[in-house]
C-alpha cells in the first residue's frame, strides 16, 4: 500500500480561481514532506519543504501545510495562472535517502 | 549552473533487445538516484549511489535491471532484455550528499516505450 496519498487525482480551474491540493502519509519516521511541481516532460522541480516543526511554507502563490499530528499536508494555489498547469506531487522523507512519492494531483488551468 | 541531464530524452526499443539510459549528476554532488515513474503512479525507487560506498540496489524490479556510476559522476541504468512492463519514464536525480537536508534535483527523465 502507498504510504502517501494524494487527493484528487485531477482537477481542472479557471484561471485566476484558488485550489487545494490534499495529501496524506503514512510514512514513519517522518523527516520532512516536500511538494513538487513537474511539467509535462520535465522532472520534478521542488516548490516547498517543511520539517515536523513547521505548520505552513509559502513560495509565492503556492502555501503549503502541514499537520504532522494527523499525518496531512495541503497545497494551496493562489489565483492560478496557466503555467500553474503541471502534476503537483507530495514527497514524504523519512530519516534515510528513500523517498515516499504520492501519485500526484494533475492541475489544469483553463483561460 | 547545468542540472541533472538525460539521455536520450525518448527511447522505443522492441521486446527482447538491451538499453542503456545515462545520467550526468550536477557537479559535486555525491549522491545519485534512479527513479521510475509509471503512468498514474508515484515515483518508484531502484538505486542509489553515494560517493564510493556499496551502492543501494533494493529497488531494482528485477535482475534484467543494472546501474553503474563511473568516477562518482555519469551513471548509466541497463535494462536487458526488455518487456513491455519496463515502459516507463525513468528519472534521475543528484544531491550534495545523502541526508534527509538534502534537496534531490530531478533530470528531465528518459521515456522508454518496449514494442
Known amino acids: 500500500k502507498n504510504q502517501v496519498e494524494q487527493s484528487p487525482q485531477s482537477l481542472i480551474i479557471l484561471e485566476g480561481k484558488n485550489c487545494t491540493l490534499q495529501?496524506?502519509?503514512?510514512?514513519?519516521?517522518?523527516?520532512?514532506l516536500r511538494w513538487y511541481k513537474q511539467d509535462t516532460g520535465r522532472g520534478p522541480v521542488s516548490l516547498t519543504i517543511?520539517?515536523?516543526?513547521?505548520n505552513t511554507k509559502s513560495n509565492g502563490r503556492y502555501t503549503a501545510t502541514l499537520d504532522a499530528d494527523t499525518k496531512q499536508s495541503s497545497l494551496h494555489i493562489t489565483a492560478s495562472q496557466l503555467s500553474d498547469s503541471a502534476s503537483y506531487i507530495c514527497?514524504?522523507?523519512?530519516?534515510?535517502?528513500?523517498?515516499?512519492f504520492g501519485a500526484g494531483t494533475t492541475v489544469t488551468v483553463r483561460a | 549552473g547545468a542540472g541533472v541531464s538525460q539521455s536520450p530524452s525518448n527511447k522505443v526499443t522492441e521486446k527482447g533487445k538491451d538499453v542503456e539510459l545515462r545520467c550526468d549528476p550536477i557537479s559535486g554532488h555525491t549522491a545519485l538516484y534512479w527513479y521510475r515513474q509509471s503512468l498514474g503512479q508515484g515515483l518508484e525507487f531502484l538505486i542509489y549511489?553515494?560517493?564510493?560506498?556499496?551502492?543501494?540496489k533494493s529497488g531494482l524490479p528485477s535482475d534484467r535491471f543494472s546501474a553503474e556510476r563511473t568516477g562518482g559522476s555519469v551513471s548509466t541504468l541497463t535494462i536487458q532484455r526488455t518487456q513491455q512492463e519496463d515502459s516507463a519514464v525513468y528519472l534521475c536525480?543528484?544531491?550534495?550528499?545523502?541526508?534527509?537536508?538534502?534537496?534531490?534535483?530531478f533530470g528531465p527523465g528518459t521515456r522508454l516505450t518496449v514494442t
Open positions: 536525480a543528484s544531491s550534495p550528499s545523502g541526508g534527509p537536508a538534502y534537496e534531490q534535483y
Open positions: 514527497v514524504v522523507r523519512p530519516n534515510d535517502y528513500k523517498l515516499s
Open positions: 517543511m520539517t515536523f516543526s513547521e
Open positions: 549511489f553515494q560517493g564510493n560506498s556499496a551502492p543501494d
Open positions: 495529501c496524506n502519509y503514512t510514512v514513519s519516521p517522518f523527516s520532512n
